[in-house]
């Protein structure tokens, strides 16, 4: 019974932690494919994947990983989102992840600007500014420039926003980066009213695109221009400006074009030119243009008392309008639509989880039920194996005694053996197997009748030693057969030297020649000696 409830013990265990293994890897699948999509600069296949994840079955590092993505790619008005994000940029920087802790900061940034927290904003630009300088970063550097210039216009310290921007025309290398440094100066130059100053910042823009022959920024700081010359009332300069600037400009800015020349027009009292203008404009696709130069023209035609021209372009213009607000109608359901369809996957996502769970935790159970079946039947098994091991122990043990009594028969046997083979008379002459002897080195000399004497009691006494030996070993010699005769019945190294008139290395070296003929197949790591008294 005991087994049996650790048995039911384990499967729970088990059960628990392959639902936890499972939740684990698929989190961490759509957080490795969270993080392809991030780099990639697809957002929204990164929150979807985001999305899809489990955070309460993250581990620790996944979890600031997730909350690094999620406020990379979305700016959350979440309640403590901003203590999140702190948290997260801490982690990373007492782990030393200097990567992972500069996105942080920025997301941070981006933070603070949102919450317009100006004084904390400053000072996180600071102390970036001081790691940037301790690396040597000169490209982070400037990053951190164009930040404080936007935080310092953003707070309305225009000022300081321009000491800034001075900074980065010194600092930024390609042209490109400097003429639009150029035309950032000259919009807050002419926010500060100093027209002047701006329009030497935008001519100097405007030389290096000429050179570069930029024609898309040309037409960009045409715009810039325009603003310029329309806050000072310089209507003509911005005529021929504008006219200066058709070179430039791509099929979807014709529309805009002719709009702010008729409006240009409009302004220097020249209603025939600015009616044509409007005229064209009232033909582009943009809805939104074509309204507004639809209206104009109503009301010069309502001025002029042609009041059929003038209801015909309002009611044009009244259509266009109604179009535009139906198709912001239809993208409106349409966004609301896909949030729907969005919340939609997102409850089919976690019922789908709970059904995984359910599944899976279906599965143990049934697992749960064969195990214990399954611990009832070997604790049954066990029983049955236990009393015949019992049995089997008794067998052997009773095999045991009987292998001890025929051992000890068997060295009964072998001392009558060496006692016989002692009284034999050519074993009297070696000391070593007779106890009345004393070694010493003088030879020893046995003659042919002898050795074939000591063979043949060998064979008598150990089932045919020699003939067993010569057939495992071919290339055994007579010589060789007779020194393992002599080595099995243990005579002595100086009893061998004394037969043989060598010295104790020579027969150490004759040992080796007959155990190398022997092979190591035959000799299974034994020793001559030992492989000869087994054998």
Same mark, same amino acid.
């Given at each position: @019974?005991?087994?049996?409830?650790?048995?039911?013990? /384990?499967?729970?265990?088990?059960?628990?932690?392959? %639902?936890?293994?499972?939740?684990?890897?698929?989190?961490?699948?759509? &957080?490795?494919?969270?993080?392809?999509?991030?780099?990639?600069?697809?957002?929204?296949?990164? #929150?979807?994947?985001?999305?899809?994840?489990?955070?309460?079955?993250?581990?620790?590092?996944?979890?600031?990983?997730?909350?690094?993505?999620?406020?990379?790619?979305?700016?959350?008005?979440?309640?403590?989102?901003?203590?999140?994000?702190?948290?997260?940029?801490?982690?990373?920087?007492?782990?030393?992840?200097?990567?992972?802790?500069?996105?942080?900061?920025?997301?941070?940034?981006?933070?603070?600007?949102?919450?317009?927290?100006?004084?904390?904003?400053?000072?996180?630009?600071?102390?970036?500014?001081?790691?940037?300088?301790?690396?040597?970063?000169?490209?982070?550097?400037?990053? *951190?420039?164009? =930040?404080?210039?936007?935080?310092?216009?953003?707070?309305?310290?225009?000022?300081?926003?321009?000491?800034?921007?001075?900074?980065?025309?010194?600092?930024?290398?390609?042209?490109?980066?400097?003429?639009?440094?150029?035309?950032?100066?000259?919009?807050?130059? =002419?926010?500060?009213?100093?027209?002047?100053?701006?329009?030497?910042?935008?001519?100097?823009?405007?030389?290096?695109? !000429?050179?570069?022959?930029?024609?898309?920024?040309?037409?960009?700081?045409?715009?810039?221009?325009?603003?310029?010359?329309?806050?000072?009332?310089?209507?003509?300069?911005?005529?021929?400006?504008?006219?200066?600037?058709?070179?430039?400009?791509?099929?979807?800015?014709?529309?805009?074009?002719?709009?702010?020349?008729?409006?240009?027009?409009?302004? #220097?009292?020249?209603?025939?030119?600015?009616?044509?203008?409007?005229?064209?404009?009232?033909?582009?696709?943009?809805?939104?243009?074509?309204?507004?130069?639809?209206?104009?023209?109503?009301?010069?035609?309502? !001025? !002029?008392?042609?009041?059929?021209?003038?209801?015909?372009?309002?009611?044009?213009?009244?259509?266009?309008?109604?179009?535009?607000?139906?198709?912001?109608?239809?993208?409106?359901?349409?966004?609301?639509?896909?949030?729907?369809?969005?919340?939609?996957?997102?409850?089919?996502?976690?019922?789908?989880?709970?059904?995984?769970? /359910?599944?899976?935790?279906?599965?143990?159970?049934?697992?749960?039920?064969?195990?214990?079946?399954?611990?009832?039947? /070997?604790?049954?098994?066990?029983?049955?194996? @236990?009393?015949?091991?019992?049995?089997?122990?008794?067998?052997?043990?009773?095999?045991?005694?009987?292998?001890?009594?025929?051992? &000890?028969?068997?060295?009964?046997?072998?001392?009558?053996?060496?006692?016989?083979?002692?009284?034999?008379?050519?074993?009297?002459?070696?000391?070593?197997?007779?106890?009345?002897?004393?070694?010493?080195?003088?030879? *020893?000399? /046995?003659?042919?009748?002898?050795?074939?004497?000591?063979?043949?009691?060998?064979?008598?006494?150990?089932?045919?030693?020699?003939?067993? &030996?010569?057939?495992? %070993?071919?290339?055994?010699?007579?010589?060789?057969?007779?020194?393992?005769?002599?080595?099995? *019945?243990? %005579?002595?190294?100086?009893? #061998?030297?004394?037969?043989?008139? *060598?010295?104790?290395?020579?027969?150490?070296?004759?040992?080796?020649?007959?155990?190398?003929?022997?092979?190591?197949?035959? #000799?299974?790591?034994?020793?001559?000696?030992?492989?000869?008294?087994?054998?």
């Amino acid at each position: @019974m005991k087994n049996r409830h650790s048995m039911t013990y /384990i499967a729970l265990v088990l059960m628990v932690l392959m %639902v936890a293994c499972t939740t684990r890897e698929r989190n961490a699948e759509w &957080l490795q494919q969270a993080e392809a999509y991030h780099k990639a600069g697809k957002v929204d296949s990164t #929150l979807a994947c985001l999305y899809k994840i489990n955070e309460e079955r993250l581990s620790v590092e996944d979890s600031y990983a997730f909350l690094r993505l999620k406020y990379s790619n979305t700016l959350s008005k979440e309640p403590g989102a901003m203590e999140q994000i702190m948290q997260t940029a801490a982690y990373y920087e007492e782990r030393g992840d200097t990567a992972h802790l500069e996105q942080m900061r920025k997301v941070l940034l981006s933070n603070y600007r949102y919450e317009q927290m100006y004084a904390q904003a400053d000072s996180l630009l600071r102390r970036m500014h001081r790691d940037y300088t301790d690396r040597n970063d000169s490209a982070s550097i400037r990053w *951190i420039c164009s =930040m404080r210039s936007a935080l310092l216009e953003q707070q309305g310290q225009t000022d300081s926003a321009l000491y800034y921007i001075d900074r980065l025309i010194a600092m930024d290398r390609s042209s490109r980066q400097v003429r639009y440094r150029y035309s950032q100066k000259a919009d807050l130059l =002419m926010d500060m009213g100093a027209y002047a100053e701006a329009e030497a910042c935008l001519d100097s823009a405007k030389a290096m695109a !000429a050179r570069e022959q930029d024609r898309e920024y040309l037409y960009y700081l045409s715009e810039r221009y325009r603003k310029l010359y329309t806050q000072q009332g310089r209507y003509d300069e911005l005529l021929a400006l504008l006219q200066e600037s058709r070179q430039y400009m791509t099929r979807r800015d014709v529309a805009s074009h002719n709009l702010y020349r008729a409006q240009v027009n409009e302004l #220097l009292h020249r209603e025939d030119s600015a009616r044509y203008y409007y005229q064209l404009v009232a033909q582009s696709e943009n809805l939104f243009l074509a309204s507004e130069a639809l209206y104009h023209l109503s009301q010069y035609y309502s !001025a !002029a008392d042609d009041a059929e021209r003038a209801y015909h372009y309002h009611q044009d213009a009244t259509g266009y309008i109604d179009q535009v607000f139906r198709a912001y109608q239809s993208q409106a359901k349409s966004n609301a639509f896909n949030e729907l369809k969005l919340q939609s996957e997102i409850d089919n996502l976690k019922i789908g989880r709970q059904r995984q769970t /359910i599944i899976i935790l279906s599965l143990l159970l049934m697992l749960l039920t064969l195990a214990v079946g399954i611990a009832w039947l /070997i604790q049954k098994h066990k029983r049955k194996a @236990m009393e015949a091991r019992q049995l089997q122990m008794e067998q052997e043990n009773l095999l045991l005694r009987q292998a001890e009594e025929l051992n &000890l028969q068997r060295e009964k046997a072998n001392k009558l053996r060496e006692v016989l083979i002692r009284k034999m008379e050519v074993f009297q002459k070696l000391p070593s197997l007779n106890d009345t002897l004393h070694e010493d080195n003088k030879a *020893i000399r /046995i003659t042919d009748r002898e050795w074939k004497e000591i063979r043949t009691l060998l064979d008598t006494e150990y089932e045919q030693f020699t003939s067993r &030996l010569q057939a495992a %070993v071919p290339d055994l010699t007579t010589t060789d057969l007779n020194f393992c005769c002599l080595v099995k *019945i243990n %005579v002595s190294m100086q009893d #061998l030297a004394n037969i043989y008139c *060598i010295n104790k290395a020579s027969v150490s070296r004759r040992k080796q020649r007959v155990k190398d003929k022997i092979g190591n197949e035959l #000799l299974q790591g034994l020793t001559l000696d030992e492989f000869l008294q087994r054998y």
